[in-house]
């Protein structure tokens, strides 16, 4: 490997080719016929996602000093294994109909069942596969990162914030469980979730994992551009995400229009717009907001209020804000000039990515 | 530690303390109090079990050669992380209410839901806690394994062994799925079925890691003793299971009186009664497996078939057979008295256990 992976595009393809060769590896021990269904819901799944948690984490090492070394894009790739992982379960708990415009894995699972005729419950089928394929990804995404290359003293290095970013994530997601349950708290309790489900796992620890690796110690600078440029991408991301979850269009988010209103998501847009909602409009967003049979009319009349509270503008000022005062963070790191315009021009795709 | 663990008692209560020590040391991560019905679900799951699998370890372990060091028992206690994690998956997956006679992990959170008067499906926010909780232990597993302060070089020889262990796991409960989406096969395909979801996992794997820790470097004799007798003894641990999951005593096993019957599971059991079955008695056999409303009657009319058919004697058989060959291979292998012994006593634990 020569490249450098300055263009993106470069690294994803790479990062491709790393996940592939990986799951080839592993077939021969799904080898049944009656497994290959598991093999062919991860392919498909594999080729959507944009890649970015392994841009973080190849960028990280990078700027922490690393030369081009082939282990570090199989390491970064293994995080798109935990990531299939999430989202399979995530789909599960959700109960969601669609992933990047196909059918979720349980779904795939259940019109399997439906298909070949088979007995009992098609939904519990659905379910208990994808349940199973995800647990295998988070096997697998460890496997990955264990197997990619790296010397062992840089893995050991990342190891505790390898285990911490899992466990965070698990941690995060029953955070986001409860906030649905609890029927939404602050624009603060809606905050604290979406840094420690989305936020921390999908930018600050890919980051500092990649920079662990290089630095194979931990350092105040290491820190420093952790929380000042990773995490405040990480929040500005997810800001993203709950304006794309209400306002992204179907053809690029995969998703139905306003899905995360059918939903009932309390995100951090939807705390904002009941803070700043007359009684009139909180009493439409209550009725409306978590309804399953939502229509296009209900989800326009929830749009129209989102914008009218201003909360629309006021989140895409805070990605704004959050995007500028990373990026000033970003300056003040001691990394190379490369490693600064990739990891900036990351946290621009990141912030204002359109699905 | 100055004791080899001889007596089998005194390995659980040193794998209990091991486990409750690592729970402590993630509880600071797993910090505020919405959080700590993970934490307290985690608590109540591991104080049953029979730690059968940690036992395999550390006598595969002390079998090939290991001596007395903690860290054995702190990688071999990492097993029973997993085990927890598959069988909180696994309960979501069947639909189970009950769990060593206390509620299942996902009905739990189901009753916290619905005691809090929370918003939305308690039972989806059941589930969705469960497949968290289950993932989170997955994590925990593979975390306590690794910082179990085994030597590097130990691990790395182990390492290919407990990726594979956690794939077979993973598939295999696939397998299971698919069996009861088929409705049953033949004898050969649930014995395939519960060697690669229970058998292997439970017995022959466990095992093989505490070898390859000690021995650090596969050798025919460690495949021989593996497949000898740790298959040997997985599968009639199986056996027994199938049968305890139709005759077991409920006060001793934590679920319902035939309990399997009403789930409809395909076991090795019932796939030798309908083989052995005439007619009317497979008619029968098809009429009330699997039915949710399966009353007492019904269960006792279903065993009747199992023992009139010769099934339930012919898995008694089986299970003696398998525990003697297994015995027979234990006696051939190159491991001290003290070693065979214990793994004897386990074999035995196994296979004629109540629970």
Chains 1, 2 share one sequence.
Do not use: N
Request: proline share 5%; charged share 25%; with cysteine.
């Amino acid at each position: 490997m020569t490249t450098s992976f300055t263009r993106l595009d470069d690294l994803h393809t790479e990062v491709d080719h790393r996940l592939r060769a990986f799951v080839d590896r592993q077939r021969p021990l799904v080898g049944g016929p009656e497994l290959r269904p598991l093999l062919d819901a991860l392919d498909d799944f594999l080729s959507g996602g944009k890649r970015l948690r392994p841009g973080f984490c190849y960028w990280g090492w990078r700027a922490g000093g690393g030369g081009d070394d082939p282990a570090i894009v199989t390491a970064a790739a293994s995080l798109e294994l935990l990531q299939a992982s999430a989202l399979i379960h995530d789909d599960v708990m959700d109960a969601s109909d669609l992933r990047r415009g196909r059918p979720s894995v349980h779904r795939r699972f259940q019109a399997l069942h439906e298909e070949s005729g088979w007995q009992g419950s098609a939904a519990q089928f659905g379910e208990g596969a994808a349940v199973l394929l995800g647990s295998l990804l988070l096997v697998w995404s460890g496997e990955m990162w264990r197997t990619s290359g790296m010397p062992p003293e840089a893995l050991a290095a990342a190891e505790p914030v390898h285990d911490l970013m899992r466990t965070e994530l698990m941690c995060g997601q029953y955070l986001d469980l409860l906030e649905q349950a609890h029927g939404g708290g602050t624009f603060d309790s809606a905050l604290r979730v979406a840094l420690h489900k989305s936020g921390k796992y999908s930018v600050e620890q890919p980051l500092r994992l990649g920079l662990l690796l290089a630095v194979r110690r931990e350092e105040p600078w290491i820190d420093r551009v952790c929380v000042g440029y990773g995490q405040r991408v990480g929040i500005a991301f997810q800001l993203r995400d709950d304006v794309l979850g209400v306002f992204g269009d179907p053809a690029e988010t995969g998703k139905p229009a306003g899905d995360d209103l059918r939903e009932g998501k309390r995100t951090m847009l939807i705390a904002r717009t009941l803070s700043a909602a007359s009684p009139g409009q909180a009493d439409q967003v209550r009725r409306l907001l978590g309804d399953p049979a939502l229509d296009g009319e209900g989800v326009a009349r929830l749009r129209e209020i989102i914008e009218e509270t201003g909360a629309l503008a006021a989140s895409e000022e805070m990605i704004k804000r959050y995007l500028d005062d990373a990026l000033t963070a970003l300056e003040r790191a001691p990394i190379t000039a490369e490693a600064r315009e990739a990891l900036a021009g990351l946290a621009v795709a990141a912030t204002s990515r359109r699905s």
